[in-house]
């Protein structure tokens, strides 16, 4: 699994963050982390992220 982030799109919203916190995450500057290739036991919470992302801005690639 391949997590692609938009950062075009994003605007830091954290929505992901609650969703997928072993895999999103806000840095010290308040911007948007991410591991690109989580544990494939992750997949639930990185799908549930992405359809809460505000403007959709998070991809999941197999």
Same mark, same amino acid.
């Given at each position: 699994?391949? =997590? /692609? =982030?938009?950062?075009?799109?994003?605007?830091?919203? @954290?929505?992901? !963050?609650?969703?997928?916190?072993? /895999?999103?995450?806000?840095?010290?500057? @308040?911007? $948007? &982390?991410?591991?690109?290739?989580?544990?494939?036991? $992750?997949? &639930?919470?990185?799908?549930? &992220?992405?359809? !809460?992302?505000?403007?959709? &801005?998070?991809? =999941?690639?197999?």
């Amino acid at each position: 699994m391949k =997590v /692609v =982030v938009d950062m075009n799109k994003c605007q830091d919203h @954290g929505q992901c !963050v609650f969703a997928a916190p072993d /895999v999103f995450r806000l840095d010290e500057a @308040g911007h $948007l &982390a991410y591991v690109a290739d989580p544990d494939e036991s $992750l997949r &639930a919470d990185v799908e549930d &992220a992405a359809d !809460v992302c505000p403007l959709q &801005a998070i991809t =999941v690639e197999d």
